[in-house]
C-alpha cells in the first residue's frame, strides 16, 4: 500500500503557519476542537485564501458542499460581508447544530442558510447562481459535485475543491481505492475543461484547486 506523502515539507508548513495571525477565540476554539477530535477541518491557511478568494471575486453567494462544524463556512462568511450569503451543507444534523452555535457566537450565523442532507441534493435546492461554490465532501462524490457545480455558477465564478492532492495518494499509480479515484477524476476532469473553465491545483496543505468559470 503507497505511504501517504507530505504535501509541504513540514518546515515550510511551520512557517508559513508562523505568518498567521491569532484567530479569534471562536476560531481556535473550532481548530483546537478539529485537532483533539480529528475533524477535517481547512485550516488557517486554506482558510486565509478562501477570504481572499471571496475579496478577490466581490462574491456575494457561495455554496459550500460539506461543512461539517463549520469552520470553513466561517471563513466564507467573513469574506462574502454585510449581506453576502453563504449555504452550510452537510448530512449530520449534530454537525449543523454545533455549526449554528459557532457562527452565531462567530458574528456571521445571520448570512448563514443552514441545509442538511446530501449536499449536492441540497445545491439543487437552492434557486440561483452562485460566485462561489466550494466542494469538501466525501471524495467518491466529487466528479459528480462537480458536474452538478459548474452549470450553477455566474460566468467569472469559482469552483473550490479541497483535497486534490489527497496525501499525496493521488500520485499513486495501484490500488486506488474509491476516494482516491473520485479525487483523480476530478482532478482530470478540472484540467480539460479549458474552453469552459480554467483550473489550478494549488499545493497548499492537502491541496485546494481553484477553478474559474469562462
Ligand atoms: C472534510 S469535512 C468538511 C470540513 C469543512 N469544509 C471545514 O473545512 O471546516 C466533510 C463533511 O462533509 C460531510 N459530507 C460528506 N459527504 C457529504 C455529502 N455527500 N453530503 C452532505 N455532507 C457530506 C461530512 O458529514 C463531513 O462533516
Redesign the pocket.
Known amino acids: 500500500m503507497a505511504r501517504d506523502l507530505e504535501i509541504v515539507h513540514p518546515k515550510v508548513e511551520r512557517y508559513l503557519r508562523s505568518l498567521v495571525p491569532p484567530r479569534d477565540r471562536v476560531m481556535a476554539e473550532?481548530e483546537a476542537r478539529?485537532e483533539r477530535e480529528g475533524?477535517?477541518?481547512?485550516?488557517p491557511l486554506?482558510?486565509r485564501l478562501f477570504y481572499q478568494l471571496a475579496l478577490m471575486t466581490g462574491a456575494k453567494r457561495v455554496m459550500?458542499?460539506?461543512?461539517?462544524?463549520?469552520?470553513?463556512?466561517?471563513?466564507w462568511a467573513r469574506g462574502v460581508g454585510p449581506g453576502g450569503e453563504v449555504w452550510y451543507?452537510?448530512?449530520?444534523d449534530e454537525?449543523a447544530h454545533d455549526a449554528i452555535r459557532y457562527l452565531e457566537r462567530g458574528g456571521v450565523a445571520q448570512r448563514v442558510h443552514f441545509l442538511?442532507?446530501?449536499?449536492?441534493?441540497?445545491m439543487a435546492s437552492v434557486k440561483g447562481k452562485f460566485d462561489i461554490v466550494?466542494c469538501?465532501?466525501?471524495k467518491p462524490?466529487y466528479p459528480a459535485?462537480l458536474r452538478a457545480a459548474m452549470p450553477r455558477l455566474r460566468r467569472g465564478g469559482l469552483l473550490v475543491v479541497?483535497?486534490t492532492l489527497w496525501s499525496g495518494r493521488v500520485t499513486s499509480r495501484f490500488g486506488d481505492d474509491a476516494a482516491t479515484k473520485g479525487v483523480k477524476r476530478l482532478n482530470q476532469l478540472t484540467y480539460a475543461s479549458d474552453d469552459s473553465a480554467f483550473a489550478v491545483l494549488i499545493p497548499l496543505r492537502d491541496g485546494v484547486t481553484v477553478v474559474v468559470k469562462r
Open positions: 473550532m478539529a475533524i477535517p477541518i481547512v485550516g486554506v482558510g459550500e458542499l460539506g461543512s461539517a462544524i463549520g469552520y470553513s463556512t466561517m471563513w451543507t452537510d448530512a449530520s454537525n442538511v442532507g446530501d449536499a449536492v441534493r441540497c466550494f469538501d465532501i466525501d462524490g459535485a479541497d483535497n
